[in-house]
């Protein structure tokens, strides 16, 4: 999964839930993911850019990036 923005993604089909970690090291869980969008991002030339277009600000989503002491 080459992208410049996204380090890995991880999707659960039974939950529909879509954990993306990003290269800054942030994590974030997006709920209610269709599995044709994930078909989609799977797809697409650049993840940053889909993730962008079809994700962000679509989907109730929160972080879950662990704290560091």
């Given amino acids: 999964m080459p992208s410049s ?11 529909s839930r879509l954990t993306i970690t990003f290269v800054t090291g942030r994590i974030y869980v997006y709920e209610d993911v269709p599995s044709v969008v994930m078909a989609e991002f799977d797809a697409a ?22 704290t560091r002491e």
């Fill in 5 to 15: 923005v996204i380090y890995d993604r991880h999707y659960d089909a039974s939950t």
């Fill in 45 to 66: 030339g650049s993840k940053g850019e889909f993730f962008n277009a079809r994700i962000r600000d679509h989907y109730r989503y929160h972080e879950i990036t662990p």
